[in-house]
């Protein structure tokens, strides 16, 4: 079993819309979560972590709920340069490792 | 100003030889790592490094080599016995120390290979 799943999508959605990613993780002794933004043909690069229950940074949250092992990404007032493909990891090894899902790819479009 | 480079942006590669990739950071980081991308594919983890000098294998490290002589370097070696090397491959570092934050990792501009 893969320590984190995410559907890749392509998900499609208005500008304006509230974009929801969800992933979900097989550790429960996963304690540390992060997100990352990869633009086309780019690395990824580091969007929010989330050390408790949640995050918030301008139109984007992040939560988690441990309970259910699920991680979710919020994008409020979506706009078209928030098109690209949204990652999440984990730090469930107990060393420096992270377990990254396969990304949600989102174009918001005009 | 810091971050991680690699080196070449892109490299073309002959069927049956070596190639060496390269990566440098300036963030006096611990830790290293290396993937490789394919589409469909997600991040998989080739090596990785917490130390100078040392390094263990990742997810699928057969036919990559690896080193870790200085604290800034750590150069990937795609050997002929790789059967299938032409992928996006990305270098990341992390502070590696005590505490939440050490898992936070920053990636490098990767580098596409292609076998031809």
């Known amino acids: 079993r893969k320590e984190v799943e995410q559907d890749p999508g392509p998900f499609n959605v208005p500008e304006g819309a509230t974009v929801a990613f969800n992933c979900t993780y097989s550790n429960s002794a996963s304690q540390s979560f992060f997100w990352y933004r990869q633009d086309c043909r780019k690395e990824p690069k580091l969007l929010m972590s989330v050390y408790s229950s949640g995050n918030e940074d301008g139109r984007f949250t992040a939560q988690v709920d441990k309970s259910s092992k699920y991680i979710s990404l919020f994008i409020r007032d979506s706009q078209p340069s928030d098109s690209a493909t949204y990652l999440c990891?984990?730090?469930?090894?107990?060393?420096?490792?992270?377990?990254f899902g396969k990304g949600n790819q989102v174009v918001v479009i005009p | 100003d810091g971050g991680i480079t690699q080196s070449p942006k892109y490299l073309f590669r002959k069927e049956g030889q070596n190639v060496t990739l390269s990566c440098e950071q300036n963030l006096n980081h611990d830790a290293m790592y290396w993937y490789r991308q394919d589409p469909g594919q997600g991040l998989r983890l080739i090596y990785y490094?917490?130390?100078?000098?040392?390094?263990q294998k990742g997810d699928i490290a057969e036919g990559y080599s690896v080193s870790r002589e200085k604290k800034e370097s750590f150069p990937l070696t795609v050997t002929s016995a790789q059967k299938n090397p032409t992928a996006f491959y990305l270098c990341?570092?992390?502070?590696?120390?005590?505490?939440?934050?050490?898992?936070?990792?920053?990636f490098g501009p990767g580098t596409r290979l292609t076998v031809l």
């Open positions: 990341a570092s992390s502070t590696g120390l005590a505490g939440g934050r050490r898992y936070e990792q920053f």
């Open positions: 990891a984990t730090a469930p090894y107990g060393n420096n490792r992270l377990a």
């Open positions: 490094s917490q130390i100078v000098n040392d390094f």
